[in-house]
């Protein structure tokens, strides 16, 4: 019997439940939900200090619960889910979050603490839409909720407790309890929905499934965006992290260099920007106008045509909306520049990779010519400018989503150190009308900023030229770092924070934005593929970077995992390192 007409609307999709408890499968199949199971393989080790309310640690792990699943299917099991389902079931009492207990004493612990007492059990479900596209490309669409549940238990006698741990029945289940069975004893009231304690709040996922995710609900412009960025990211990462599927399908291998050297060469020969100018070029016509053979010029455009860059038709091309939105040089969200530091940097380097690995040093001298070593090198102003426009790429298409992540309103100044050309400062400036923002960089940095005009210009972003890890710092009560700390190794990420510290007064802010490794550090890939090319640097999970940060007087206050290549912390100085060493210890 289907229970709910919401439920009726997911048959015929493949709709996988990501998770391995009993209990939940029991729940999603009684209402007549037609499903696979395929548990997560995601560890709940999320740093729960990192988060202001329960639930939003049940939540963020139902999320990576469901991403593991829906971002594996599709190459470990050769199929691409259309819904995903996340879920994780939590106690929660006099502020500590309780999970399945590690053994019996544990189980004790957990049991002594809910004696006699009122406590929640949450659960966070994340539902993630698959989309897949004509090629092959899957873009995710996150919905995500939580239900709370009041559950009293008597008082519990020490016989009592230990009856019912002997029972065998606390060890898989949440706080160390099952309400559902022996349980069910210790229980006086619930207020609440029922099944969400017992791991699966069934009516309010099927509100969420109808109002949310009804086939005819569009998609909200966010989605749109960060779908086409996770396409092209997808695009450049889709190589190196294909690897392993390679071995087993053989006609991919030589499809992914291919792929990546397509969008490389037409990025450079400004094929999206000629097409944006004049659509509907031939391709004897584009080739005139990019000085390029005719046959080659063909095989080009068609080729990204297949990649759903370009559209053709009867034989004239026109840029597809994804070469419009980030393709073009001059594209508000342009990956140009981005794209060259990949083509004429990153390539090179990484087709160096086997010595790399063995050797344990740079490849530069290797990899480049060396009038290319000049070109590239930091030194030179054409590196410098290079590899500013690259990181000016990633600050417009990751700066609005690190602007916006936090509420900034009681911080009236921001300092963002290493903040290169400025991109992200303006986004800051326009998402907080009462924030000035100075931008921090090295006097070369500074000197050609000129070449980076700013869309709309505005007087609360300013500009002082200096060495982070040398220099006296802007005084500011907000502190930006973003994509900064990655590169630096332990010892100058003291000395950068201990600065930072010294800057600053109590309560003032640290914006730290990065990609947090998984804290297992099996992903995400994008972050270790990265960590190939560091020399210095090193990646980190959210509680390592929130180690460091601690160890100068910073603690968390609140975390965002994002959908946009990089996640954000905001950390508070709690108070000076010396006064609160005692309560950092
Ligand atoms: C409080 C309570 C929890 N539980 C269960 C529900 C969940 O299965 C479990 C909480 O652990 P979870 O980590 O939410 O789930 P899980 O480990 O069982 O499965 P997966 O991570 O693969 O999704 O506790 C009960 O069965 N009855 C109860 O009364």
């Known amino acids: 019997m289907v229970l709910n007409p919401v439920i009726s609307k997911l048959a015929g999709k493949l709709v996988v439940l990501a998770s391995a408890s009993p209990r939940r499968l029991e729940i999603l199949r009684s209402a007549g939900l037609r499903f696979e199971v395929v548990p997560s393989w995601f560890k709940e080790t999320l740093d729960k200090g990192l988060f202001k309310a329960p639930h939003e640690y049940a939540v963020e792990t139902a999320k990576q619960k469901a991403l593991e699943v829906a971002r594996r299917m599709p190459f470990k099991h050769l199929k691409t889910p259309d819904i995903v389902i996340g879920a994780d079931t939590i106690v929660s009492v006099d502020g500590m979050i ?13 049991l002594s603490s ?9 659960t966070g479900v994340a539902i993630v839409l698959c989309h897949e596209k004509e090629n092959e490309e899957v873009d995710y669409q996150l919905v995500d909720f939580y239900e709370e549940t009041k559950v ?19 060890m898989d289940k949440a706080g160390g309890y099952g309400i559902q069975a022996l349980g069910g004893m210790l229980v006086e009231y619930v207020h609440g ?53 390679a071995n087993f399908v053989s006609a991919l291998p030589s499809t992914f260099p291919k792929t ?19 659509p509907g ?50 594209a508000p969200f342009s990956l140009h520049g981005y794209l060259q530091h990949c083509n004429e940097t990153m390539w090179p380097l990484f087709s160096h990779l086997e010595s790399a690995v063995q050797e344990g040093t740079s490849q530069r001298e290797k990899a480049f010519s060396k009038h290319m070593l000049q070109k590239t090198s930091s030194s030179s102003r054409e590196g410098k400018l290079r590899f500013m426009k690259a990181m000016h790429s990633i600050a417009k298409i990751t700066g609005k989503t690190i602007a916006t992540a936090f509420d900034l309103s009681t911080y009236k100044s921001a300092c963002d150190l290493g903040g290169c ?25 500074v000197e050609l900023n000129e070449f980076f005009h700013p869309q709309h210009p505005d007087n609360r972003v300013s500009f002082v030229a200096g060495d982070f890890l040398k220099d006296e710092l802007p005084k500011a009560d907000l502190y930006i770092l973003a994509r900064i700390l990655h590169d630096l190794p332990d010892e100058k990420v003291h000395i950068l924070l201990s600065k930072i510290a010294d800057a600053c007064t109590a309560g003032c802010g640290l914006l730290l934005s990065e990609i947090f490794l998984d804290e297992d550090r099996r992903g ?40 946009n290549l990089l996640d954000a912390m905001l950390f508070t100085l709690l108070q000076c390192f010396s006064d609160s060493a005692e309560i950092l210890d």
Request: hydrophobic share 40%; proline share 4%; glycine share 4%.
């Open 98 to 110: 309780l999970e399945k207990p590690v053994d019996k004493h544990d189980a004790y612990r957990m």
């Open 114 to 122: 809910l004696s006699g007492k009122e406590h929640s059990v949450f």
């Open 152 to 170: 009293k238990f008597a008082d519990l006698s020490e016989d009592m407790l230990w009856e019912y741990i002997n029972s065998g029945e606390p």
């Open 193 to 245: 929905d029922f099944l969400n304690v017992v791991g699966f709040p069934l009516n309010h996922f099927c509100k969420q499934l109808h109002t949310q995710i009804t086939p005819t609900a569009s998609p909200a412009h966010k989605v749109c965006f960060y779908n086409s960025i996770t396409k092209i990211c997808r695009l450049l990462t889709l190589f190196i992290e294909n690897l392993p599927i």
């Open 260 to 278: 990546l050297q397509a969008l490389f060469t037409a990025s450079k020969l400004c094929l999206f920007d000629l097409l944006h100018s004049r």
């Open 281 to 330: 070029l031939d391709a004897a016509q584009v080739a005139q106008e990019i000085k390029a053979s005719e046959k080659g010029t063909e095989c080009l455009l068609e080729a990204c045509v297949s990649l759903g860059l370009l559209k053709s038709i009867e034989k004239v091309y026109e840029n597809a909306d994804l070469a419009t939105d980030f393709l073009r040089s001059d």
């Open 421 to 445: 050309t400025g991109a992200l400062a303006y986004e800051f400036a326009e998402a907080h009308p009462g924030l000035s923002v100075t931008v921090f960089d090295l006097p070369a940095v």
């Open 524 to 563: 995400p890939s994008r972050g270790l593929l990265q960590a190939l090319s560091m020399s210095e640097g090193k990646q980190r999970s959210a509680t390592e970077y929130s180690l460091l940060l601690k160890s100068h007087g910073f603690i968390t206050a609140h975390i965002r995992h994002t959908d």
